[in-house]
């Protein structure tokens, strides 16, 4: 008789995930303890470029490896969700009504001015949309976000994030330079950065060079634009035809489980309810996943299929930055 052949164990979908989240986890700790020596570079530029570095070698080919597109949009969302527990609404309304206009002001032009300019130019719908969401919101994060509605390329995800990060640390220089050369006060400064520059670390990096008091207004600005993410995502999402069935995946969701996260989390920080102590590893907690989630849009960055960077994203890159910087900037010298 012969033997019985025995089909091989199957792990468990849970356990699978679980498996498949250690590498992208375990990246994000590492960019973390690199960015505390580096903060300039910031985790979640590290872990996007910890994961290029990762698909392109021998490592690319790991098993491990596999599958982890469902896992990375996981991280991405739930970096997303705790998002909202770094914004309370006191400290945005503190900013006060010029604040205010600054922020919607900018964000809405450097938005709408990129996708209008975009849209007439030989690039992809999705890219355009990724990178005004980008430049005028918090860099990759809006990025990663807007993407759960655009559902763009690979090689478009990965432009985006590239040309934000370029765009974004120059500006580290060039704000608080044009800051001296210009005559601005220290606030006026620290307005200008909080409310033109893309990452929430290259603003901080901005502000610490503007003046010492500047950090905490730039912030503060700079969380106002993040909380316009969400009225971001659905403009981008009824641009995309959201809530249609989509030709490259199953039916997008209007609004997505994680933006109603992000709201609820909003109103828990806003309520004052937590301890300082967790709110403080909640905010820790956020830059892991966040991070977790950028090693895994590395892993989609084949050096071959991204080099060279479009000529028109180039100058729509250029165009946008250009749009954020001169309208907040305008608005800074005639509200402030």
Same mark, same amino acid.
């Given at each position: 008789?012969?033997?019985?052949?025995?089909?091989?164990?199957?792990?468990?979908?849970?356990?699978?995930?679980?498996?498949?989240a250690l590498p992208p986890l375990v990246a994000a700790l590492v960019s973390v303890a690199i960015s505390w020596w580096v903060p300039l570079l910031g985790p979640l530029l590290l872990a996007l470029l910890i994961g290029a570095l990762v698909v392109n070698s021998r490592l690319g080919r790991h098993r491990v490896l596999e599958g982890h597109t469902e896992v990375t949009k996981m991280l991405l969302r739930l970096g997303v969700v705790m998002l909202g527990l770094r914004l309370p609404l006191s400290d945005i309304a503190s900013i006060g009504v010029p604040g205010?206009?600054?922020?919607?002001?900018?964000?809405?032009?450097?938005?709408?001015?990129?996708?209008?300019?975009?849209?007439?130019?030989?690039?992809?719908?999705?890219?355009?949309?990724?990178?005004?969401?980008?430049?005028?919101i918090c860099g990759a994060a809006a990025i990663a976000a807007v993407n759960d !509605? *655009? &559902?763009?390329?690979?090689?478009?995800? #990965?432009?985006? /994030? %590239?040309?934000?990060?370029?765009?974004? +640390?120059?500006?580290?220089?060039v704000v608080p330079w044009a800051t001296t050369r210009l005559g601005l006060s220290e606030e006026q400064g620290a307005i200008w950065a909080g409310a033109s520059i893309h990452e929430v670390a290259q603003v901080v990096a901005a502000a610490s060079v503007v003046g010492t008091g500047a950090i905490a207004v730039a912030t503060t600005v700079k969380l106002g634009r993040v909380a316009?993410?969400?009225?971001?995502?659905?403009?981008?999402?009824?641009?995309?035809g959201a809530g249609a069935t989509s030709s490259t995946g199953p039916r997008v969701p209007l609004v997505p489980w994680f933006l109603v996260g992000f709201a609820?989390?909003? !109103? *828990? &920080?806003?309520?004052?309810?937590?301890? #300082?102590?967790? /709110? %403080?590893?909640?905010?820790?907690?956020? +830059?892991?996943?966040?991070?977790?989630?950028?090693f895994g849009l590395g892993l989609g960055f084949h050096l071959r299929e991204l080099w060279p960077i479009p000529r028109q994203a180039?100058?729509?890159?250029?165009?946008?930055?250009?749009?954020?910087?001169?309208?907040?900037?305008?608005?800074?010298?005639?509200?402030y």
């Open positions: 008789m012969p033997p019985t052949r025995t089909s091989p164990r199957r792990v468990p979908a849970v356990s699978g995930v679980i498996v498949r205010v206009v600054v922020v919607v002001a900018t964000v809405a032009a450097t938005y709408t001015l990129t996708r209008l300019v975009g849209s007439r130019m030989a690039l992809s719908g999705g890219f355009v949309t990724l990178l005004a969401a980008g430049f005028s !509605a *655009v &559902r763009a390329k690979e090689k478009d995800v #990965a432009h985006a /994030v %590239a040309l934000v990060t370029i765009y974004g +640390t120059a500006m580290i220089a316009l993410l969400a009225p971001t995502y659905l403009a981008a999402a009824r641009s995309a609820l989390m909003v !109103a *828990v &920080r806003s309520s004052d309810l937590l301890p #300082a102590t967790v /709110v %403080a590893g909640a905010q820790q907690l956020t +830059t892991v996943l966040l991070a977790a989630g950028m180039l100058a729509l890159a250029t165009l946008s930055t250009l749009v954020a910087g001169g309208t907040s900037l305008a608005l800074v010298v005639v509200l």
